[in-house]
């Protein structure tokens, strides 16, 4: 049965939510996602990888993305938040990203992911060498998809 994330006013700075996000990375990929020390201010800020993550709803919206990820798909931080996940691919490609989010359903991970994806201005670029992965609470709940990835090359 999935679950609903609390909305706090700021995942960026919650700790419950980076404990969330690393555990389950951990948990299904067997490595960290950051570094001991590195929290979630460093997630948010500093972090030169992007990290996307959408919730539940049967047409999931962006409910975090890191500066790296604002910056690489040019959303400010209130229209990732607002934005259906969909929407980071054009309609051709986006038959493509659901089969690969059924398979991290399925599978809790999928590693060395490799996808089209477009900015809000209509550029395009291959997302490489991705992770994406369950949010799995520690009752091993759903509480949405995750996507971390630091390669891209633009078209």
Known sequence: MESKLPEPVDLAADLEFFKLLTDSFHRLVGKA???PGQ??????REALFV????????????IYANIAAQTRFEY???????LPSRLSAEAPDRKERQL???AVERQGYVADYRGLRVTKS????WMENGIVWQLLDERGRSRGQAAAFSNWTDV
């Open 76 to 82: 400010t931080w209130d229209e990732f938040t607002k």
């Open 122 to 125: 209509g550029k395009h670029f």
């Open 100 to 102: 690969l989010l059924d």
């Open 39 to 44: 929290g979630p201010d460093w997630l948010y």
């Open 33 to 35: 996602l950051v570094q």
């Open 51 to 62: 990290v996307l993550v959408h919730n539940t709803d049967p047409d999931p919206r962006f």
